[in-house]
């Protein structure tokens, strides 16, 4: 009954928020794979889990809200994007995360979208980059900094080589928008600095989509806020 509410307040926040798109299908299968991940984890000390690797592993929708975390605050007065997706190699389906936060940590917009179609890991990564950089192109808040664990993306946005791969459009998209907007620097980070990013990629990837500004899903909630008490020490 819980998780039940608490969906029905995300599809209340989507229709004032968001596009208000969200399916009930979406939702039914959100609840089911968050509810089995619930019950499933252990009472005490969760730590965040590692993005699921290229066989697939890891249950959609399964988030972990206790970090480990070294996420570190951008300088005072930018603002910083952290972005991840989850990739299914058997569905090929995806989910990208998006959360902007100021040099306090606090939550400037957070963003988990579904993507039915995506042929892989690689074009997940670089779509979730740039739902980063058109958010933080639309805040225009100047010096920004966007954070990817995924070095190869990293390396292909930031490059000066023609990119060749299947995904080599949304690859010149993102450099195009790097040519314009200079003051948004792209860098690799290490996963556990992208723990919130990843839980909302998990969502994504569950069916689920929505947006929030100034706040986060519950769980994804809990987790910054664990994460800004690390930050103050």
């Known amino acids: 009954m819980i998780f039940l509410l608490w969906r029905v307040w995300h599809h209340r926040n989507n229709v004032v928020y968001g596009d208000g798109k969200a399916s009930i299908v979406a939702s039914a299968r959100y609840i089911a794979n968050y509810y089995e991940s619930f019950i499933a ?3 005490q000390n969760l730590t965040v889990h590692a993005k699921e690797n290229s066989q697939g592993r890891g249950s959609p929708g399964q988030a972990s809200l206790i970090p480990s975390s070294t996420w570190k605050a951008p300088p005072e007065g930018c603002l910083k994007a952290n972005v991840d997706a989850g990739w299914d190699p058997s569905s090929k389906r995806a989910g990208l995360g998006v959360a902007i936060r100021d040099w ?4 400037i917009l957070t963003e988990w979208k579904f993507v039915p179609i995506c042929t892989s890991a690689e074009e997940a990564e670089v779509l979730a980059c740039l739902e980063g950089l ?3 192109i639309d805040l225009r808040q100047w010096p920004a900094r966007l954070e990817t664990d995924c070095l190869r993306v990293v390396q292909g946005i930031t490059g000066h080589d023609q990119n060749r791969s299947l995904s080599w459009t949304s690859y010149d998209e993102a450099c195009e928008l790097l040519k314009i907007y200079q003051d948004i620097n792209v860098v690799k ?6 723990a919130v990013a990843h839980g909302l990629a998990q969502l994504g990837k569950s069916g689920a989509s929505g947006m929030l500004r100034a706040s986060a899903p519950t769980g994804v909630l809990e987790l910054i806020r664990q994460e800004c008490e ?3 020490g």
């Open 104 to 107: 306090k940590g606090q939550v």
């Open 41 to 43: 984890a252990p009472p």
């Open 189 to 194: 980070v290490d996963r556990a600095s992208n």
């Open 134 to 136: 058109r958010h933080l």
């Open 230 to 232: 690390f930050l103050l």
